[in-house]
């Protein structure tokens, strides 16, 4: 049998990580700045991780939600105190798109309303409400396609009152910072009329988090710096360091029902083991803090570099745009000075790295990236 041949490949085998390092089949060492995109928020094969997940596994790995699983409240109680959302409600499950579509699903359960704003260039997953959701035709089948999804420009809150004003919207779904887009950072202003608009109008605010979300901007949402809050945020990179978990947060206002969401795997004894590590690494090494200060160091450095169009970001989610003729930037840094970076068209180069990035990795990619320009 052969793979499914979706993804476009760079020919390194990576088989061993450590912190903000990995290594390929022939020893050679890599920088990770990219987290697997956005993946690991604490390190490569942190002990603490490791060491949760692997005594989890001697106890038990799995057992479905028909029974009683103390790890689902723990979670559920640490998050809330990591994140300041102490009063909303927790539902697992495995991924960003299932994330996303059991926000945008539960929205229309609360109000009954079907219309869902959604803005360009937005990226919320690959599932079928998710995917309906995503400014990107490509990705979206025939069977996909609904008019429950209205498009928007971004950050226009001409536009945004209109389309409360013409339809009966249920949700509006919005990353704070837009990350297959490009490292666009939502304007706090538009997020503050999002939530206005939606208790003037009963709809949802879902605040997705994939990307942007679990510290990584120096709030634990990067939402907050708008000082309101959604009523849904969801979860999921960088929630597990790399074991597939993914999750929503629920305001009190929405009540659950029996049945009314569910998953086999979500919320399963090893998942929550990683997610509590995860949060646990977060609080005791300060990771919040790390990355707003890594990351705006890094952002003041780079935008001294006169080649570079614009840097855009916030803490360690960091968007390098640059000029059409320098487009070989990333596949240098790869290729010749072994650090791994992530794209968004057409030509942006994305930081993802561990919150957990020192200055001195900071400082060595910052001497890549200037020696990658000055020899372009
Ligand atoms: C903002 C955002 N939402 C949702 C998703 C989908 O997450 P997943 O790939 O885990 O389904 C992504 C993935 O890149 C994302 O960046």
């Not at 001697?58 to 057992?63: C, L, M, N, S, V």
């Not at 935008?303 to 840097?311: C, G, S």
């Amino acid at each position: 049998m052969k793979l499914f041949d979706v993804y476009p490949i760079n020919p390194i085998n990576i088989i061993k990580g450590q912190g903000s390092l990995v290594y390929d089949d022939k020893g050679t060492a890599y920088l990770d700045l990219y987290g697997g995109h956005a993946v690991i928020s604490i390190g490569h094969t942190n002990p603490h991780y490791v060491k949760r997940l692997e005594d989890q596994l001697h106890q038990i790995g799995f057992y479905s939600n028909s029974i009683e699983i103390p790890l689902q409240k723990q979670l559920a109680e640490k998050l809330g105190r990591v994140s300041g959302k102490e009063d909303y409600q927790l539902f697992l499950c495995n991924s960003g798109a299932e994330a996303n579509e059991n926000a945008l699903k539960l929205a229309s359960f609360y109000n009954g309303k079907k219309k869902i704003i959604a803005f360009k260039k937005a990226f919320h997953g690959r599932t079928s409400l998710a995917v309906a959701a995503t400014d990107n035709p490509k990705i979206v089948a025939p069977v996909n396609e609904t008019d429950n999804v209205v498009f928007l420009p971004w950050n226009d809150e001409a536009a945004l009152e209109q389309a409360f004003k013409e339809h009966e919207v249920s949700s509006v779904i919005i990353e704070g910072i837009q990350g297959v887009g490009g490292i666009q950072v939502t304007a706090v202003n538009f997020l503050q009329k999002i939530r206005s608009l939606c208790d003037e109008h009963n709809a949802v605010f879902i605040a997705d988090s994939v990307q942007c979300g679990y510290g990584r901007t120096g709030k634990f949402f990067s939402h907050d710096f708008a000082g309101v809050n959604a009523d849904i945020y969801s979860m999921a990179k960088g929630m597990g360091n790399g074991f597939p978990v993914g999750g929503i947060i629920i305001s009190p206002k929405i009540a659950p029902s029996y049945g009314m969401l569910g998953t086999t795997f979500g919320g399963n004894h090893l998942a929550c083991a990683a997610g509590l590590a995860v949060l646990e690494v977060i609080e005791q090494d300060n990771l919040m803090q790390n990355a707003a200060e890594i990351g705006d160091y890094l952002i003041t450095e780079l935008k001294k570099f006169d080649q570079v169009k614009e840097v855009r970001g916030r803490g360690l989610m960091i968007g390098i745009d640059l000029p059409e003729e320098l487009s070989n930037v990333k596949k240098d840094l790869l290729f010749k000075h072994h650090i791994f970076t992530g794209e968004a068209k057409p030509n942006v180069i994305r930081l993802l790295p561990a919150l957990n990035l020192t200055k001195t990795y900071a400082d060595r990619f910052l001497e890549a990236f200037d020696a990658t320009l000055n020899n372009a």
